[in-house]
């Protein structure tokens, strides 16, 4: 589950970025705190990708322990789990893609 912890460390580096653009480099602009820098990428798209490898590795993991008679279960699992990680990619991206307000 190395590929879980590296798309992490991406997302904090992705996310740091995102504090300094608008703490650091920003700071004082108020219009700046609206505009997403990196995180209408890491949010929706990496949040997604990391869903979806802890949902297959839950759903192996059920597999292996229940001495692998119970795939229907397992099936479902990933099946229920996958729409999960789809909507909220789409609600991400439409939340970071929305123009912000500010007055």
């Not at 990496?46 to 869903?51: C, G, K, Q």
Request: with cysteine.
């Amino acid at each position: 589950m190395y590929i879980v912890f590296a798309l992490e460390v991406v997302q904090t580096v992705l996310s740091g970025a995102d504090i300094y653009y608008w703490f650091g480099s920003g700071y004082g602009d108020v219009t700046r705190l609206a505009s997403p820098f990196a995180s209408a990428f890491d949010v929706p798209v990496i949040e997604s990708m990391v869903s979806a490898t802890v949902q297959c590795f839950y759903a192996y993991r059920v597999w292996v322990l229940s001495n692998k008679q119970s795939r229907w279960f397992c099936l479902l699992i990933y099946l229920v789990g996958r729409p999960q990680g789809l909507l909220n990619t789409l609600f991400q991206y439409l939340l970071h893609s929305a123009p912000l307000s500010m007055q």
